[in-house]
């Protein structure tokens, strides 16, 4: 049996770890032992940035924000459905994400950092788009776990009511947000009732073909008309 090898690990002020983990050619990142992301399982990664970005295929130079870049799954796609003039800000709070992406993950997804069309922000991404107004063609946003795992009593939650208006605020006019989520969350959903969006909630299967459980991504947008269309 192939042992699972920590490559690299970083300790936070609150005493939480983060690990960077490798066995047999696949990855997981994890958060006190938990893992939060796995190599293998990409497939809701890659259709969170096929759901967000897919008004924007044909167009000349678009803008899109990408919070949270974990292994790169997202970014690379993104950059696979957009134009040689299009420019992709990644949002990662975690300095440590970021160099793993480039020291060890970079061969899983064609080295997307390297791209030129990619500005890597160290920073909170609610931070990138409270100060943003009306400049992005497309929000993609993966977090934690979603939704849920923010404390819904935070008033400054991205979640909150107060971060979509943030969000409709930071994007150009009747364009889209994804959002990624290990579950489902009827609250999150009536949060965007309340601010009068329009979204879709899509199930996507964490790996292709595979049996894990599936995760969720809404797309949302002030204009129903600009929404992914419905799947069976």
Known sequence: MKPTIQ????????????????????FTITLDGEALMMSR?????????????ARLTRRKDPTVLIGGLGLGYTLRQTLDLLGKHAKVVVAEL??????WNREYLGELT???????????????VFDVIRQADHVYDAILLDL?????AKAPDRNDSLYSRRGLRACINALLDGECLAVWSA???ARFEKRMRNEKLHFRRFSVRAHKGGRARCRTVWVASTKSSNLPPRRD
């Open 41 to 53: 399982q990409n497939e809701s990664e890659l259709e969170l940035a096929r759901l967000g970005c």
């Open 7 to 26: 490559l690299d690990s970083a300790t936070f002020p609150d005493g939480s770890e983060l690990a960077l983990l490798t066995h047999d050619g696949d």
């Open 110 to 124: 064609g080295h997307p950092l390297r791209d030129l069309r990619v500005t890597v922000q160290n920073a909170d």
């Open 94 to 99: 975690r300095p440590e994400i970021v160099q």
């Open 144 to 148: 934690d776990n979603g939704p849920d």
């Open 183 to 185: 579950d489902g969350d």
